[in-house]
């Protein structure tokens, strides 16, 4: 085995988490590196979306995950931890491909439903993270911590509801082409 691997092993051991409570600061480093990169993300989905609904939920969404940032140092504290971000590959993957999406869809419906793809996409993520750290939080009787984490996970479930209505409520009709309209649906 060569030095570079030794030495890479050696890291790996360290960083591995030994119980419930090791993964669980894991998983909360992760979603506040992720967290802290949606704010980065929002205000360009946000320039790229052209529906009303759209942009006033991307822009509320965007005030609320800066909320939910310092709720995450909340949590830290609750832990008598500093908050600390640890690169989230997942959240790396969905803002790539979001941005994918917006560069290679034409402006206006089409795009705004790639936008809200993405943003579920996100959403699904964050409410897969939450309710798991929840749940962490619970066995581990951090009671602080999972209020805070809870009341987040509520969010994130109403911010996806709400996606979908303004996807359901027309926007997905105006990003058919030509070929079927939406009062064409009718008579499917």
Known sequence: ??????????????????????????????????????????PVMFDNATDQKLKTAIKDHL????????????????????AEG???????????????IMSETESGPVRDAGIIASGQKVEHYEIATYGTLAAFAKTLNERTALDLLLKTLGEEKKSDCLLTTIADTNLNSQAVDGKLQSKDLNAV
């Open 1 to 42: 085995m060569d030095t570079a691997n030794k030495k890479s092993k050696k890291t790996d051991a360290a960083a591995v988490a030994k119980n419930l409570r090791d993964f669980f600061v894991d998983g909360l480093k992760d979603i506040y590196y992720a967290e802290k990169a949606l704010v980065k993300t929002l």
């Open 63 to 82: 005030a609320q995950t800066s909320e939910q940032v310092v709720r995450l140092e909340k949590v830290f504290e609750s832990l008598g931890m500093k």
């Open 86 to 100: 640890k690169k989230c590959h997942a959240i790396e993957g969905i803002i790539k491909e979001g941005n994918e």
